[in-house]
C-alpha cells in the first residue's frame, strides 16, 4: 500500500475512534503492526479554538512514521487552518473524517453529513489538500441513504483534487451502525479510482478480512471496535493475509503485559485520575477475554485510583498465571 510517499508492507490500519484510539492505543496496535493508525477525530471548530484536549489528541510528535491527525468539519477555510495546525503538530498525514455519524457532528453538518452535498466536499477537500504538503487521505461511508449510495461520485472528486488514499466504512451516513456492512459499494469505488482503497466495517477475523480484501480488491482493511480488548487482532489479520496461517492464541503472559503496558501508558499519558477513567473501557473489553475477567471487572469498574487500578490488575494476572502452571 502507498499513501503519497509513504509505503506499507502491512494491510492492516486501525480505525480512528473518539474516546478509544489514543496515543497510548495506537502505539500498542502500531507495535503488533498497523500501518497507520489515525488520531482520534478533531473537530476543526473547537482545534482552532486550541482547547487542550484537543491540543493532546493532535499531539503525535515522538508516535512512529507515519503519524495521521484526522480533522472533521464543515468550513473550508477552517479545515485548512487545522489541517495546517495538525501538521505543525506532528502530523505527516492528514486524514478527513467524512465518516462520523455522531449528531454532534453530523449536527454541524460535519462527518457523513457531508456526503450529501458534493458541492461543499469539493470546496473542503480542495482547501485542505491545498493547505499542506503532506497526503491528505479521506475516511467516508458509503454515501448519505442506502438509496443515495454517492460514495463512487465522492471518491472520484476526492481523487481528481489529490487525496491520496481512502478508507470507506461500508454503511451509509442513515445506516448508523445498524446492519451489516457491505461491500460491493466498497468495490465499485475500487474500480472507479487509482488510489489505494482501504475497506471497513464489521471485520472480526481473519478470514473475514481475507473474503472483504477479495471480494472488493481494495487494497487493505481497517479495523475498528472488534480490536478494543483484542488488539491482538491486528496481528492476526496481517500475520493470516501473508501466509495463510491463523498465530497460536494469545498467552496470558502477553494478555498481561499488553495490558499492564497499557495501563500504565494511559495513566501516563492522561494522569493518574483521569487515566483511570479513560482506561475502564479498554480493561472491561481486554477482562471479557479472560476468565474469571468480568468478576474482577466488577471490582475495577468504579476504581478512581490509578494505582490501585494497577494493582488489583496485576493481582489478577498472577492468580491466573499462576493456576495455568499448577494445570
Ligand atoms: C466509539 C467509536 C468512535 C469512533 N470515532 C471515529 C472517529 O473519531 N473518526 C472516524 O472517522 N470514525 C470513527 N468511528 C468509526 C470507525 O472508525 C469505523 O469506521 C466503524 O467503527 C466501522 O468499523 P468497525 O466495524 O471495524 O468498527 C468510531 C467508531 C466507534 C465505535
Known sequence: VQVGPFHFDSQVLLAPMSGVTDRPFREICRELGAALAASEMIAAAEHLRRGALNLKRMDVRGERAPRVVQIAGADPRMMALAARLAVDAGAQIVDINMG?????????????????????????????????????????????????????NVARLAEAIGVKAIAVHGRTRACGYGGAAEYETIQRIKRAVAVPVIANGDIRTPEQAQRVLECTGADAVMLGRAVVGNPWLIRDVDHFLRTGARPAAVGVHELRSTVVRHLDAVHAFHGPRLGARLARKHLKAYLGRCHGGMELWRQVAGMEDARLQRRTVDCFFDRRIGEAQAA
Do not use: F, H, Y
Not at 493547505?131 to 461511508?141: E, F, H, I, Y
Not at 438509496?147 to 463512487?152: I, K, Q, S
Open 100 to 152: 462520523c455519524p455522531a449528531k454532534k457532528v453530523c449536527n454541524a453538518m460535519a462527518g457523513s453529513a457531508l456526503l450529501q452535498d458534493e458541492a461543499l466536499v469539493q470546496q473542503i477537500l480542495e482547501a485542505v489538500v491545498g493547505a499542506v504538503m503532506v497526503p491528505v487521505t479521506l475516511k467516508m461511508r458509503t454515501g448519505w441513504r442506502p438509496e443515495r449510495r454517492n460514495g463512487v
